[in-house]
């Protein structure tokens, strides 16, 4: 079955940059969307950026400017290059695939900013 495997996560200083990547080793039947999600501890899930099958990027606006989402929705890859990082991007970052038949997530992979 479908299977997402985040990596690319770690502790880095502020200012400085990670780039993430989840790969898919199954098969997904007419990809719909796919996405960036984090969580830090006690807040909510929050959505970082998506991109859709057309190739157009969304991203909240505490990101933009400085994290570019890109990927391959043939081969249902996705990447998030991660610049200028802040501290407060601390947290757990989650790969997203949607499809009509279903949505999957990766394990999630821990980005900490700090000096």
């Known amino acids: 079955q479908v299977q997402l495997v985040e990596s690319g996560g770690g502790l880095v200083q502020p200012g400085g940059s990670l780039r993430l990547s989840c790969a898919n080793s199954g098969s997904i039947f007419r990809l719909d969307a796919m996405a960036w999600y984090r969580q830090a501890p006690g807040k909510q899930r929050e959505l970082v950026a998506t991109l859709t099958p057309d190739g157009s990027p969304t991203y909240t606006d505490s990101v933009k400017g400085r994290f570019t989402i890109s990927g391959d929705v043939g081969k249902n890859t996705l990447y998030l290059q991660m610049n200028s990082l802040k501290p407060e991007d601390t947290a757990v970052y989650y790969c997203?695939?949607?499809?009509?038949?279903?949505?999957?997530w990766g394990q999630g992979t821990q980005v900490t900013v700090s000096s």
């Open positions: 997203y695939l949607g499809s009509r038949s279903g949505n999957y």
